[in-house]
């Protein structure tokens, strides 16, 4: 089905965001599970799984719609330093990754593509309700407990062998 152009430029904006979060949670993990902090790597390895679903769930339809998905382009991720450090920078990208999608939906609407507002209002409820908000959990959790008990309490779980 042919669909508007306008919508694939934009699902490709909204697939080089969501892959370019898959690599930034990545990085983060690994340096979780480098320093010893299992219960993090798994929820961020985690993370980055469901951004790579949702690219999938992009690539197929902006596929569906007859574009060319773009699977090289990225956003500029930043890697942090520290604990806090990671998680503002990874709920800054949800940010961005949200601002995108709602953008997305208006197009989608104004577009009468009503299949992808309704596959992009499912992502916007994952960004929301499960990334962004855990990581504002997270940070709220550093500033009531302190870094010191917050890595404790997080560094409780199982080692992951690194394949």
Sequence with gaps: ??????????????LT????????????????????????YERMHHEKDEELEHAKRLIERILFLEGVPD????????VGQTVPEMMKNDLEHEYMVIKYLKEA????????????????????????????HWLEQQIRLIDMMGLQNYIQFRAVGEPTPHA
């Design 17 to 40: 965001a969501e892959l370019s979060a898959a690599d930034q949670y990545n990085t983060h993990a690994e340096m979780y599970l480098d320093w010893g902090l299992h219960a993090l």
């Design 71 to 78: 699977t090289a382009s990225r956003t500029p991720i930043n």
């Design 105 to 132: 939906i208006k197009l989608a609407e104004a577009e009468g593509d009503y299949q992808t507002r309704n596959m992009l209002t499912v992502l916007l409820d994952d960004s929301e309700e499960d990334h962004a």
């Design 1 to 14: 089905m042919k669909g508007s152009q306008n919508v694939i430029d934009i699902l490709n904006r909204q």
